[in-house]
């Protein structure tokens, strides 16, 4: 119940396309969502982040969706661009008093886009 | 970047030797965390701490122990190193236990022969 799945393994997308990862959990109690971006050799950074009251939240190109009823939440990136090109973790975790901040990550989606 | 070092950056050990990383903050931040990365697996939590001498187990713990005896430094042993626990160790610091304000350091790539 604590797991986070996410899909795809592997993504391409040409640049200019959009870039769609998805992802799904079981626990309801977690109410924050967080996105990662990691770049080869570098720790993972906060990306984009949403709580489970909002059923969208976009900056820049970046735009993360969220459905509460079927408990999954995706990734969209407009006009992918060869920068983009990195390894995305989806995560949850609950925020609340009990909480230490321990996220649990889903298994990863390597992103690249092609010139 | 938040002010994270884990050294050493990259170590080749072998099995049964003991391992230890470290952690070094220079934020203050009271939450500190060991995760490891492994491919399919995404990142996965190791220990955690919520102050000096406050530590507590994650999800894999197993194998590992911690120590915390100052804000700053945060060290993670490996007491007798298996060649299942190579993979890539990141450190991870917070300013408050609500779990959306964590920053990652650059990781430490350790292989167990």
């Known amino acids: 119940q604590q797991q986070v799945k996410q899909s795809p393994q592997s993504l391409i997308v040409q640049k200019g396309g959009i870039s769609i990862i998805n992802c799904a959990y079981e626990?309801?109690?977690?109410?924050?969502f967080p996105w990662y971006q990691q770049f080869p050799g570098k720790g993972p950074a906060l990306l984009i982040a949403?709580?489970?009251?909002?059923s969208e939240k976009k900056e820049g190109r970046f735009t993360i969706s969220f459905n509460k009823s079927a408990k999954q939440f995706s990734l969209h990136i407009m006009d992918s661009q060869p920068g983009d090109s990195a390894t995305y973790f989806c995560a949850a975790t609950m925020v609340g008093s009990s909480n230490t901040g321990k996220l649990i990550f889903g298994q990863g989606t390597t992103l690249q886009v092609k010139p | 970047d938040a002010g994270i070092t884990q050294s050493p950056r990259h170590k080749v050990t072998e099995t049964g030797t003991p391992v230890t990383l470290r952690c070094h903050q220079t934020?203050?931040?009271?939450?500190m965390y060991w995760y490891r990365q492994d491919p399919g697996h995404g990142l996965r939590l190791i220990h955690y701490?919520?102050?000096?001498?406050?530590?507590d187990k994650g999800e894999v713990s197993d194998g590992y122990s911690v120590s915390r005896s100052k804000t700053e430094d945060f060290l993670l042993t490996l007491e007798s190193a298996t060649s299942s626990q190579t993979s890539v160790y990141f450190c991870a610091i917070s300013e408050s236990r609500a779990g959306n304000t964590i920053y990652f350091g650059e990781g430490s790539w350790l292989t167990v022969v």
């Open positions: 701490s919520y102050g000096v001498k406050d530590t």
């Open positions: 626990n309801t109690a977690f109410d924050y």
């Open positions: 934020e203050n931040h009271r939450y």
């Open positions: 949403i709580r489970p009251d909002v």
